[in-house]
Structures are given as C-alpha cells and as structure tokens.
C-alpha cells in the first residue's frame, strides 16, 4: 500500500491551501490534502495493478473529495474556480 505522509508535508499542504497548519477544518485544505493522497494513491496503482484494497481506498477518496467540491461550489464558486485550476481537477 502507500506510504502515509510525513506530518511535515500534512502541514505544509494546510498551511498554503487553508491559511494555517491547524486549520484541518477548512474545506480547501481537505480538498488539496485528499488531491495528493489521490495523486499518490494513484501513482501506486500503476505500479500495483493488482491492489484491489487501495483501488478501494482510492474510490472513497475521489467520492469524499467530490462531496466536497460539490459544496465549495454552493458556497463560494470563485473559490472553486481557483482552487481548481490551482490543483489542476477540472480543464
């Protein structure tokens, strides 16, 4: 399976998309911190084709982050607009 983040690296991703590292609350730290995991859990895939667990894992993450895109853009749609150019979902 993938390797878990640094705890390093977990703050670094909330303190540049949600303004502080503690804030894991906020709703474009979430999504930028599930865009990694995915990126990663992705990486690992093509590698292990055969890792059906993480090919779950991965699913869940990709549904909660589209949950959460879904409302961004109900809240607040320019700060969907730039989060995902930013973090490169949408084209």
Not at 62 to 67: C, E, F, K, M, S
Request: hydrophobic fraction near 25%.
């Amino acid at each position: 399976m993938a390797t878990y983040l640094e705890k390093e690296k977990k703050e670094a991703i909330f303190k540049q998309y949600a303004g502080s590292e503690k804030n894991t609350g906020s709703t474009t730290g979430q999504i930028a911190y599930a865009t990694y995991r995915i990126n990663s859990l992705a990486e690992h895939l093509q590698k292990n084709h055969k890792d059906h667990s993480c090919r779950r894992s991965l699913l869940r993450l990709v549904g909660r982050r589209r949950q959460m895109l879904n409302y961004l853009y109900r809240k607040d749609i320019n700060k969907y607009r730039e989060l995902t150019k930013e973090l490169k979902i949408r084209t």
